[in-house]
């Protein structure tokens, strides 16, 4: 294997695109002349979710369904499930723009998509991707990290635990580019970080502004009692959120299980790539599809 000169690390990677129920890039890294051997990258990712009412369905497939497919909602549920991550996005399926992406990106080789479905199995293929079927007990809607430990770890036993970095999508966001995937495994390189991940900083979504309902049924500060100077959110610390972009990573943080929060897959050593944006990424209804085209018609604009 080669070893990079400028980092101090080898450069095998792995991309995975995760979850499909489940680049504007601020500032680019200089390191581009990158000495590689072989790298890789693997797709993991998405369980078969499908949508199990005919309204949904017709919201975000649009009326040829409604034509098309079953007239009655007992006949839709007995039907074969609708796969989100295959819904039509601007002409294409939605899993394919992150395959794209991750075959765009210049340290990414090989792209693997680990699921349980068969229409994302046949997407993934077309596309030119590597299926990685999940075992049983990682079928249906299962924890994030667990299907990202199991298909890390089958990848590094594919290539002989030759693997340095891990890059991880979702199936559901198509506002990715190979730019961003790189970007993540720069910033690693270029820092004492052994994972990153794609953010947006907190404005008016800052936890100092959110409310919960008391037992009384009334709004209410979220920890109880508001501890903020003033009100002014300039004045608030920074607040981070992952956006639904990539999670990038080095193997061993999958075994190590000490990562920020919820995302315990990532190291404990994280850092954050921000991107300007208002919320995450990912798409859930009729209002994340629309935004979603409007964003590939104008990514330049937006970039």
């Given at each position: 294997?080669?070893?990079?000169?400028?980092?101090?690390?080898?450069?095998?990677?792995?991309?995975?695109?995760?979850?499909?129920?489940?680049s504007?890039?601020?500032i680019?890294?200089?390191h581009?002349?990158?000495?590689?051997?072989?790298p890789?990258?693997?797709?993991?990712?998405?369980?078969q979710n499908?949508?199990?009412?005919m309204?949904?369905?017709?919201?975000?497939?649009?009326e040829?369904?409604?034509?098309?497919?079953?007239?009655?909602?007992?006949?839709?549920e007995?039907?074969?499930p609708?796969?989100?991550?295959?819904?039509?996005?601007?002409?294409?399926?939605?899993?394919?723009?992150?395959?794209?992406?991750?075959?765009?990106?210049?340290?990414?080789?090989?792209?693997?998509?680990?699921?349980?479905?068969?229409?994302?199995?046949?997407?993934?293929?077309?596309?030119?991707?590597?299926?990685?079927?999940?075992?049983?007990?990682?079928?249906?809607?299962?924890?994030?990290?667990?299907?990202?430990?199991?298909?890390i770890?089958?990848?590094?036993?594919?290539?002989?635990?030759?693997?340095?970095?891990?890059?991880?999508?979702?199936?559901?966001s198509?506002?990715?580019?190979?730019?961003?995937i790189?970007?993540?495994?720069?910033?690693?390189?270029?820092?004492?970080?052994d994972?990153?991940m794609t953010?947006?900083?907190?404005?008016?979504d800052?936890?100092?502004?959110?409310?919960?309902?008391?037992?009384?049924?009334?709004?209410?500060?979220?920890?109880?009692e508001?501890?903020?100077?003033?009100?002014?959110?300039q004045?608030?610390?920074?607040?981070?959120y992952?956006?639904?972009?990539?999670?990038?990573?080095?193997?061993?943080?999958?075994?190590?299980?000490?990562?920020?929060?919820?995302?315990?897959?990532?190291?404990?050593?994280?850092?954050?790539?921000?991107?300007?944006?208002?919320?995450?990424?990912?798409?859930?209804?009729?209002?994340d599809?629309?935004?979603q085209?409007?964003?590939?018609?104008?990514?330049?604009?937006l970039?």
């Amino acid at each position: 294997m080669v070893v990079n000169h400028s980092y101090p690390r080898h450069t095998r990677h792995l991309g995975c695109i995760l979850n499909a129920s489940e680049s504007d890039i601020a500032i680019l890294n200089e390191h581009h002349d990158i000495l590689r051997d072989e790298p890789y990258a693997i797709v993991c990712d998405g369980c078969q979710n499908s949508y199990k009412s005919m309204e949904t369905a017709t919201e975000l497939l649009g009326e040829s369904y409604q034509n098309e497919g079953p007239t009655h909602e007992s006949e839709f549920e007995n039907s074969r499930p609708i796969t989100e991550n295959c819904l039509d996005i601007e002409g294409r399926p939605m899993l394919e723009y992150p395959i794209q992406a991750s075959q765009d990106a210049d340290l990414v080789d090989e792209v693997f998509v680990s699921t349980d479905g068969d229409d994302i199995s046949r997407v993934a293929k077309n596309a030119g991707a590597t299926v990685l079927r999940r075992p049983e007990h990682l079928s249906g809607d299962i924890s994030h990290g667990d299907v990202i430990k199991n298909s890390i770890q089958t990848v590094k036993e594919q290539f002989n635990n030759m693997l340095d970095i891990a890059v991880i999508l979702l199936g559901d966001s198509v506002m990715i580019d190979g730019q961003l995937i790189d970007l993540t495994i720069e910033t690693i390189q270029s820092t004492n970080a052994d994972s990153a991940m794609t953010t947006w900083r907190a404005e008016d979504d800052h936890p100092q502004r959110a409310m919960k309902i008391n037992d009384n049924g009334y709004l209410t500060h979220y920890d109880g009692e508001y501890n903020a100077k003033n009100t002014n959110r300039q004045n608030y610390d920074d607040v981070y959120y992952y956006d639904n972009g990539p999670w990038a990573l080095e193997p061993q943080c999958v075994e190590d299980r000490n990562g920020p929060g919820a995302w315990w897959w990532m190291g404990e050593k994280c850092v954050p790539v921000e991107r300007e944006w208002v919320t995450g990424r990912d798409i859930h209804d009729h209002f994340d599809v629309a935004f979603q085209e409007f964003y590939i018609k104008n990514r330049n604009m937006l970039q």
